[in-house]
């Protein structure tokens, strides 16, 4: 039997877009005589459609496409994913369904049984075999996170999946493992936030990988069953790989299915808007993106020289536009009011804020997207004014911690400087005051990251965190910043979800006494 394997990016709710994907994928595997063809789920409405499932048109409309897809099975059978209604004298129930279809005919359906907690809102789980027969093979067919029936005689499993992508996370298939070989089929793509890795691969009765598509691609593969394939001895790419290509794949995403164009963002000389405009220019061009360098009396001579070097590296069109007279301006407004009160935040995060309206300003007249700056590191602990820095439609680094925004730096310099070197070995500054570092008010970056990752991600315990080595000081600190700033997190725009715990899945209570 030949199975072909079809991994694609779909749009939520593009239905004539997906649609059109899956017909050209079934036209390309009936040329290469293909018996099935494989999809990945939810893959005609889109994945994750969230309260567009609640909406009976949405659901009209997949049970429509999916009827069209139906007539162009003749010749070949066709699996594949969606959301279904299933009715009975009580209720309409709605599954997320694995469909099944033979010469025009939608024979089978196989609902998903191990629901995430998101789901759980809109789906019902089901308990229903997910086993049936199909030219001599006994066939199970799961969705998402469910696995194969404890059943004799199981002689493959298809497992069509809608996997995000996690960074540092074992980037391996939960049911690889079985007596039996393996189909796994994950779509790619971003949604906002949301990111998918693709990735589909193929395993033996082992659990050996014997064929992979790539990360964030398009691809399309011929299983056969009957064919002997030799186990895939090749290295996974690099963790700091798959999060740069994860990151620019979700910016040209966004861009693409929001139907936006250009991009804007402050240019600082620090390393986070240095790598943030890296990946804009590599996912929608340098030519698509206009900056401005926002240079205040407290801005060193060499932000301005390395914001300008790399504004010329990549080909951007550049801006200066000093805020020092609006600045002064906007405080002797003040001094009424501030009279002789000594410098303190406010000062500081008035330039924040100039910087931002400027920004938007320049956003609003140009229709340029206004690209978000700020690490996860500094989005934790509030290091980030309100209205200033936390700016912008689209979060590119609100989910990487500031350790690895260096790393991204240095990935992208891996074959030729990018981004001026000094950015990169220069200590992290704000520079909202004179000599000020981010050292200042924070622990240094590498203990930071570390205490933030144990306890955000790995959920450890104040007391558990000290007894690996960390100064309890440092960690109750970091901690109780963290508790401190959820107001503001809140308050922040979308950021692209690469980590097991982002901050738009969490919430740490600002009242919470523990």
Known sequence: ?????????????????????????????????????????????????????????????????????????????????????????????????????????????????????????????????????????KIAVCVGNDKP?????????????????????????????????????????????VLYEGHSSVYNADGEKIIELPYFEEGFEIYDTEKTYEPIKTSAPSEIQLLH?????GLKDYFEKNNFKTATLGLSGGIDSAVVLSLAAEAIGSENIRVLLLPSEFSTSHSITDAEGLAKNLGVQY????????????????????????????????????????????????????????NKSEVAVGYGTLYGDTNGSISVLGDVYKTDVFNLARYINRDKEIIPINTILKPPSAELHPDQKDSDSLPDYDTLDKILYQYVECGKSENAIVEMGFSKETVAKTISLLKRCEYKRKQC?????????????????LIAKF
């Open 149 to 193: 029936e404890k059943e004799d005689g199981i002689s493959l499993a298809i497992n069509i999946a809608a996997k995000s992508f996690k960074h540092k996370e074992c980037q391996c298939n939960n049911i690889a493992k079985n007596s039996f070989p393996t189909i796994y089929v994950s779509q790619f793509g971003g949604n906002t936030e």
């Open 319 to 374: 801006d200066i536009v000093p805020i020092k007279s609006i600045y002064t301006e906007s405080l002797s407004s003040l001094s009424p009011l501030f009279q002789n009160l000594p410098f303190s935040l406010a000062e500081e995060n008035l330039q924040a804020r100039i910087r931002g309206i400027l920004l938007m300003a320049v956003s609003n007249k140009f229709g340029n997207i206004l690209l978000n700056t700020s």
């Open 493 to 509: 725009c979308p950021a692209i979800r690469v980590s097991q715990k982002p901050f738009a899945e969490t919430a740490i209570p």
């Open 1 to 137: 039997m030949k199975i072909a394997i079809a991994q694609q990016n779909y749009s939520i709710g593009d239905f004539g877009k997906n649609a059109t994907k899956i017909s050209k994928a079934i036209f390309e595997a009936k040329q290469k005589n293909a018996d099935l063809i494989v999809f990945p789920e939810m893959c005609i409405c889109g994945s994750f459609p969230f309260d567009l499932l609640q909406k009976e048109d949405f659901i009209e409309t997949t049970m429509q496409v999916l009827q069209r897809i139906a007539t162009e099975s003749f010749g070949i059978a066709v699996l594949l994913g969606c959301p279904t209604y299933s009715e009975d004298e009580n209720e309409t129930k709605l599954y997320n369904s694995a469909i099944f279809i033979e010469n025009g005919v939608l024979t089978r359906r196989f609902n998903k049984k191990n629901l995430s907690h998101l789901e759980t809102k809109y789906f019902i789980s089901d308990t229903e075999k997910n086993v049936f027969e199909w030219k001599n093979k």
């Open 245 to 249: 290509d994860a990151l620019v794949l």
